[in-house]
Structure formats: structure tokens, C-alpha cells
């Protein structure tokens, strides 16, 4: 599946409604809270020396927002340029420097080597490639860099309402990737990582959640 265009316009069609899930916009207090709290347990504290984070498919910029005001120096990459022009619109709201560009996150228009933290939230499900897509991700990073993948198998990522893409249901990930073989993915690229199951914290998406969620946080030689 290669059709960009139409991924791209299915996309931009639901960045109007993007931010009415709980997890996605972070509007209620409680939801917002849980997400400052794993965050803080993911990224080292910003201290002197705030990181460089790069956000690939940024969506809205709801986690941009979040890490930008934990002191972090924040690029955020989506192909949609709608959902790139809601993050744009919400950092400059609250006043949180951060940059977005619009481009491929599997390949992000930025220099390798350059971050500190690259952070994927709900987003391999949806690439063609997403091994080498990981491959490059490990390659944005600066030596003892982390990686962190918000993953999971979401009902919803297979069963959508409305279909996503023509073609989707061939992806490699399509329905989303388990821990087990994300982690036998991402391995031989990093020097160690841990996964840490989200499920049992219904706080973090706003019910409660039956299906497999889960954060990978590995880091770099």
C-alpha cells in the first residue's frame, strides 16, 4: 500500500474530530494528568540542558504540547497537513515553542543524529515499512538516546467506522503490533529497553480498556 495521496486526505478529513477522544485531544483534567505523569517516567527532566524531541505523526500536537511544557525543545512530523495545522494552532494557543513540519514520519524531513528522544504514539499500524521505518527512527538519535512507542493492538485500528485506506488490511501491523514482537523488532537496533503495560490505567484513555496497550521505551548506545 503506497497511495500517500489518500492517506494523506484520510488524515486531513479526521482532524476536525481528532481531539474528541480522550487520548487524543488530553481535555479532561484527569486524562491529561495521567499522560504528564508517564511522560515524566519516559523522557529524562528537561534540568539545564532541555532534550530534543522529535515527534513523528504528531497528529494534533497533544503530546508536542505536553513535553514542550516540560521545558523540552520539540519537532513534531505529520503527512496530514490539517493535523500539523491544529498542532501549530494549539502550541501557539498556549504559548509552547515547537516546530512542525509537514512530511513522511516513517522518513522525517530532519538530520540524523539530531535527538534526543524520538516518541511514536499509535502510529506503526499505519506504515508500509514499519521496520525500516524503526530502523530510521533508532538512526534521528544521538548516542544514548531513547525511543519511545505508544503501541498496542486497538480494536479500533482494524475495525475503524469508517474505512481507512484501500489496501489497509494488507499492512504488516494492520490492528496494531503486540509487545512480544515489537520488542523482537526494535532489539537488534538499540542497546537495551523495557516495555511497561498501559492497559490497566484507564486514566490514560479516558475509560476502561480490554485490549493490549503498552509503551516500549529502549535507548541507544
Known amino acids: 500500500m503506497g497511495n500517500s495521496a489518500a492517506i494523506t ?6 482532524a ?16 491529561r494528568a495521567a499522560w504528564v505523569r508517564r511522560l515524566a517516567g519516559w523522557l529524562p527532566p528537561a534540568g539545564e540542558r532541555p532534550l530534543s524531541v522529535l515527534d513523528v505523526g504528531c497528529g494534533t500536537g497533544s503530546l508536542s504540547l505536553l513535553m514542550a511544557q516540560a521545558g523540552h ?5 505529520d503527512l496530514a497537513p490539517e493535523m500539523v495545522a491544529r498542532a501549530r494552532g494549539k502550541l501557539g494557543a498556549a504559548a509552547q515553542p515547537a516546530w512542525f513540519l509537514v512530511g513522511d514520519a516513517a522518513a522525517p524531513p530532519t538530520r540524523a543524529g539530531r535527538f534526543d528522544v524520538v516518541i511514536a ?11 525500516a521505518a524503526l530502523e530510521t527512527w533508532v538512526g534521528m538519535l544521538r548516542p544514548g538516546g531513547r525511543l519511545v512507542l ?4 486497538w480494536r479500533e485500528s482494524g475495525q475503524a467506522a469508517t474505512p481507512y485506506v484501500a489496501g489497509a488490511e494488507q499492512l504488516p501491523w494492520h490492528g496494531g503490533v503486540g509487545a512480544e514482537a515489537l520488542a523482537e523488532a526494535v532489539r537488534p537496533l538499540v542497546a537495551e529497553l523495557r516495555v511497561e503495560s498501559l492497559s490497566d490505567e484507564p486514566a490514560l484513555w479516558g475509560r476502561s480498556v480490554d485490549d493490549e496497550r503498552y509503551a516500549l521505551v529502549a535507548m541507544v548506545a
Not at 9 to 14: K, L, M, R
Not at 73 to 77: A, I, P, S
Not at 122 to 129: A, M, R
Request: hydrophobic share 45%; net charge negative; charged share 30%.
Open 150 to 153: 505508544v503501541e498496542g493492538r
Open 16 to 31: 476536525a474530530s481528532f481531539d474528541d477522544e480522550p487520548d487524543h485531544g488530553l481535555r479532561s483534567v484527569a486524562v
Open 121 to 131: 504514539r499509535h502510529l506503526l499500524w499505519t506504515l508500509p515499512d514499519p521496520a
Open 9 to 14: 486526505e484520510y488524515w486531513d478529513a479526521a
Open 73 to 77: 525543545r520539540v519537532v513534531g512530523v
